[in-house]
């Protein structure tokens, strides 16, 4: 497929991966070409590469997580790093050491990549300058996801043949998502339209001042959309009354039967996972034509790869 | 051979010309298709390693289609995933394309370089070429051989060989302008990286 991003000869430099909103347009087409290559890698008989024998991997999980750390635990084996999963129910946070504390041990067991979820926003931020490892940043709140983000904006581009001059909507609980700021950051970056929507609750007016369009009309979402991103409605956060029940949201602005008119023939649905079934995403679509949902996570794997490898590149010894 | 010791700039010596490069070639190709039976030569993959190789590869596959009227199959491997020093640069190789469109599983295959100096590359790629299956055979064809190895690895065919002092480096410009393919003896600088972050 043809691409709008010319292959560059691009030097990456940067020994962490905290947020979409520090990389340039450059960064981020270094990272999807070269996880074009590990794609290719993951589609072999032998899906393993020896680019990273030798280096260790803390998977530091701080926050619950299955598929991301799934995700990046297969993609550092596919590497051949040495991992060490630490998961925060089991971990000395529990005795009341500082994360701070608890990283420097870390480091002191030699390793080269910290892979962290934490619950803090800025956490990653806060640790990275202070250690040698490199830091790469699996989720921290509401703030940023960078590899999710990654990984949709690496599909979108497969499918499309770029991002440049794209309409991308992506509706749902704004608010409180991480996937969508790093969506929003990544995909502004490289020039597509960005539109959120949903109630007024958890789509925040201020978003227009990063130049998004904000609207709380699905179908003003779903019209002239290349690619529509639904997310997940967090139940966790429901009790804060943010809309009155699952069933009126999944009436006006999840996307199904009643709204798919709207879409158009070549659009692509994403969904970051755990879908709820029938509340934003309707069974029929989520496992329909348009889907590329069980893409995306296929090409985590490869966004993974690409993002472990670079960083590891360079951290010093 | 051209005449070695032609002032250009400052420290920078012309080794070989494009015509030199070109009997190199030739020459290679020679080797290749008078070891092969014309059946064999049929089945040969050519696999060029990135970046310089692949352009090399592709002449050396024009060379031996001129004389022979076989044309071998062609691939292209990157061997940067295979290194075995990242993280001890201090800056990371940039990974390119690999196309290999067949199955090398009881295939012969025949490595092309630019430049055989260390045998670093040659020892990634030949450490690559084993996750993608099991070759009958691998040849290796460069079109310098240089001295300096520092693995016990040498090349089956070779084009020109050159020695060249400590602190001296060979630039190679090929397949760039048509006809003006050259090999320079250069002065090695020591190449100003960005600073990582």
Same mark, same amino acid.
């Given at each position: 497929?043809?691409?709008?991003?010319?292959?560059?000869?691009?030097?990456?430099?940067?020994?962490?991966?905290?947020?979409?909103?520090?990389?340039?347009?450059?960064?981020?087409?270094?990272?999807?070409?070269?996880?074009?290559?590990?794609?290719?890698?993951?589609?072999?008989?032998?899906?393993?590469?020896?680019?990273?024998?030798?280096?260790?991997?803390?998977?530091?999980?701080?926050?619950?997580?299955?598929?991301?750390?799934?995700?990046?635990?297969?993609?550092?084996?596919?590497?051949?790093?040495?991992?060490?999963?630490?998961?925060?129910?089991?971990?000395?946070?529990?005795?009341?050491?500082?994360?701070?504390?608890?990283?420097?041990?870390?480091?002191?067991?030699?390793?080269?990549?910290?892979?962290?979820?934490?619950?803090?926003?800025?956490?990653? *931020?806060?640790?990275?300058?202070?250690?040698?490892?490199?830091?790469?940043?699996?989720?921290?709140? !509401?703030?940023?996801?960078?590899?999710?983000?990654?990984?949709?904006?690496?599909?979108?581009?497969?499918?499309?043949?770029?991002?440049?001059?794209?309409?991308?909507?992506?509706?749902?609980?704004?608010?409180?998502?991480?996937? !969508?700021?790093?969506?929003?950051?990544?995909?502004?970056? %490289?020039?597509?339209?960005?539109?959120?929507?949903?109630?007024?609750?958890?789509?925040?007016?201020?978003?227009? *001042?990063?130049?998004?369009?904000?609207?709380?009309?699905?179908?003003?979402?779903?019209?002239?959309?290349?690619?529509?991103?639904? +997310?997940?409605?967090?139940?966790?956060?429901?009790?804060?009354?943010?809309?009155?029940?699952?069933?009126?949201?999944?009436?006006?602005?999840?996307?199904?039967?009643?709204?798919?008119?709207?879409?158009?023939?070549?659009?692509?649905?994403?969904?970051?996972?755990?879908?709820?079934?029938?509340?934003?995403?309707?069974?029929?679509?989520?496992?329909?034509?348009?889907?590329?949902?069980?893409?995306?996570?296929?090409? $985590?794997?490869?966004?993974?790869?690409?993002?472990?490898?670079?960083?590891?590149?360079?951290?010093?010894? | 051979?051209?005449?070695?010791?032609?002032?250009?700039? !400052? $420290?920078?010596?012309?080794?070989?010309?494009?015509?030199?490069?070109?009997?190199?070639?030739?020459?290679?190709?020679?080797?290749?298709?008078?070891?092969?039976?014309?059946?064999?030569?049929?089945?040969?993959?050519?696999?060029?390693?990135?970046?310089?190789?692949?352009?090399?590869?592709?002449?050396?596959?024009?060379?031996?289609?001129?004389?022979?009227?076989?044309?071998?199959?062609?691939?292209? %491997?990157?061997?940067?995933?295979?290194?075995?020093?990242?993280?001890?640069?201090?800056?990371?190789?940039?990974?390119?394309?690999?196309?290999?469109?067949?199955?090398?599983?009881?295939?012969?295959?025949?490595?092309?370089?630019?430049?055989?100096?260390?045998?670093?590359?040659?020892?990634?790629?030949?450490?690559?070429?084993?996750?993608?299956?099991?070759?009958?055979?691998?040849? +290796?064809?460069?079109?310098?051989?240089?001295?300096?190895?520092?693995?016990?690895?040498?090349?089956?065919?070779?084009? %020109?060989?050159?020695?060249?002092?400590?602190?001296?480096?060979?630039?190679?410009?090929?397949?760039?302008?048509?006809?003006?393919?050259?090999?320079?003896?250069?002065?090695?600088?020591?190449?100003?990286?960005?600073?990582?972050?």
């Amino acid at each position: 497929m043809k691409k709008q991003e010319k292959k560059t000869e691009f030097q990456w430099t940067k020994k962490d991966l905290l947020s979409l909103y520090d990389l340039t347009a450059e960064e981020i087409v270094c990272i999807l070409d070269t996880a074009e290559e590990f794609k290719k890698v993951c589609q072999r008989n032998v899906k393993k590469v020896p680019a990273l024998r030798g280096k260790t991997v803390v998977n530091f999980f701080v926050e619950a997580s299955t598929r991301t750390r799934m995700s990046f635990e297969l993609a550092e084996q596919r590497l051949s790093a040495d991992i060490i999963n630490i998961q925060a129910d089991v971990s000395s946070l529990q005795k009341g050491e500082t994360l701070l504390d608890t990283v420097k041990n870390i480091e002191a067991l030699q390793a080269d990549l910290i892979v962290m979820r934490h619950s803090a926003p800025g956490s990653h *931020k806060l640790i990275a300058p202070l250690i040698r490892c490199g830091v790469i940043n699996a989720g921290d709140g !509401a703030h940023s996801h960078p590899t999710q983000a990654l990984l949709d904006i690496f599909t979108i581009r497969e499918k499309k043949g770029g991002i440049k001059g794209l309409n991308v909507s992506i509706i749902g609980d704004i608010l409180h998502s991480r996937v !969508a700021r790093s969506n929003i950051w990544g995909l502004i970056k %490289l020039g597509a339209n960005v539109t959120v929507a949903g109630p007024a609750t958890l789509v925040p007016k201020e978003f227009e *001042k990063i130049g998004v369009r904000v609207c709380h009309n699905v179908k003003d979402a779903l019209e002239n959309a290349d690619v529509v991103n639904l +997310l997940r409605i967090q139940h966790e956060r429901q009790t804060a009354g943010y809309f009155p029940s699952t069933n009126e949201y999944a009436a006006f602005y999840g996307l199904n039967q009643g709204n798919a008119k709207y879409l158009r023939p070549d659009a692509l649905v994403m969904h970051p996972g755990p879908i709820n079934r029938n509340v934003e995403l309707s069974s029929d679509i989520a496992d329909g034509p348009q889907s590329v949902i069980l893409e995306q996570v296929t090409n $985590g794997m490869a966004v993974r790869m690409a993002v472990l490898f670079l960083v590891a590149g360079c951290v010093k010894k | 051979m051209c005449e070695r010791g032609i002032k250009l700039e !400052a $420290g920078k010596k012309l080794l070989f010309d494009h015509n030199a490069i070109q009997s190199g070639l030739n020459h290679i190709a020679d080797q290749i298709i008078s070891e092969f039976k014309p059946e064999a030569l049929k089945e040969i993959a050519m696999i060029g390693i990135q970046t310089r190789g692949v352009a090399i590869a592709g002449r050396l596959r024009e060379a031996i289609k001129e004389r022979s009227g076989i044309a071998p199959e062609s691939a292209t %491997l990157d061997i940067t995933m295979y290194r075995d020093d990242i993280g001890k640069r201090n800056a990371l190789p940039i990974i390119h394309e690999t196309d290999i469109p067949f199955d090398i599983d009881e295939k012969t295959v025949i490595l092309v370089d630019d430049i055989l100096h260390t045998g670093r590359t040659i020892r990634a790629a030949l450490d690559a070429l084993t996750y993608y299956g099991r070759p009958a055979m691998i040849r +290796l064809a460069v079109l310098v051989d240089r001295d300096g190895r520092e693995f016990p690895i040498q090349a089956d065919y070779t084009g %020109l060989s050159a020695k060249l002092p400590e602190g001296r480096k060979m630039r190679i410009e090929f397949g760039e302008r048509p006809n003006q393919d050259a090999i320079y003896d250069i002065k090695k600088k020591a190449i100003k990286l960005p600073k990582i972050k």
